[in-house]
């Protein structure tokens, strides 16, 4: 089976490789020249505590949401769990909402690592297509308290957190060179941009998550209405 190398194009993964130490020019050289015992140990170690606080509150926070409900969990709450206080809180998120970013953000990678392995592996538009959305689906049902998170305060919408578009617009990107192959090979369909047809399968499966998540339609599983917005998608683009 043959593999394609994928290069990267997204700016966030581009920043991510980028030399890490430009930071240090704006701190004072003397500092980092010190003599003192542990002078830098003692800065990486600050900086370890505060990542390691962040990654707690994040943590935190997500286990009250799944346990209570997004609606039903307050700063409070949150606060209360971990012993610490509302401002220092504040230090590190401005809002309940925004603890759900790095949930989102995490969800745009889930979502980019599976197009990359569907784009790395040789199968038929509509198999790649397929095997995508229920792997995303079962991902998603099993754990639907923080999905319904997610949805409620649209930590994954590029509308009402701007800072996702770079992550969605990626996404898209490698969905785009799916059906573009597709469309190379003549399984898809060449009477529309492969641009609208990316748009279009995403929109269906992400406004099918939306309804299940809050319930909007009606109890139903989630793996079986992906299933059938595929099939959907893939009968409407057959050439």
């Known amino acids: 089976m043959g593999r394609t190398k994928i290069a990267s194009t997204n700016p966030v993964e581009r920043r991510a490789l980028a030399p890490r ?3 240090l020019a704006k701190l004072d050289p003397a500092r980092l020249r010190s003599n003192r015992p542990g002078g830098r140990e003692t800065l990486g170690l600050r900086e370890r ?5 962040r990654q707690e509150i994040i943590d935190t926070a997500v286990r009250l949401f799944r346990k209570h409900g997004y609606e039903k969990t307050r700063i409070d709450d949150i606060v209360q769990s971990l ?5 220092t809180f504040f230090r590190y998120f401005p809002s309940k909402d925004a603890v759900l970013g790095e949930v989102g953000r995490r969800g745009f990678a889930c979502i980019t690592d599976h197009l990359k392995n569907e784009l790395s ?10 095997r995508l959305y229920q792997e995303l689906a079962r991902h998603a049902e099993s754990d639907r308290p923080l999905w319904h998170a997610v949805v409620l305060s649209g930590a994954m919408d590029p509308v009402r957190s701007p800072e996702m578009r770079e992550h969605k617009e990626f996404a898209l990107g490698l969905l ?16 529309f941009p492969v641009a609208h047809l990316a748009e279009f ?7 099918i998550v939306r309804q299940w998540a809050v319930d909007l339609a009606g109890p ?20």
């Open 49 to 53: 505590k505060k990542a390691r606080l």
């Open 21 to 23: 130490g430009r930071h």
């Open 220 to 239: 139903h599983k989630l793996s079986e209405r992906v299933a059938s917005a595929v099939e959907f998608f893939l009968r409407g683009v057959r050439p």
């Open 121 to 130: 592996s040789e199968a038929a538009t509509a198999d790649h297509l397929r």
């Open 176 to 191: 785009r060179e799916i059906l573009a192959q597709g469309q190379k090979r003549g399984e898809v369909s060449r009477a």
């Open 83 to 87: 012993e610490i206080s509302q401002p």
């Open 201 to 207: 399968m995403d929109g269906l499966y992400h406004t």
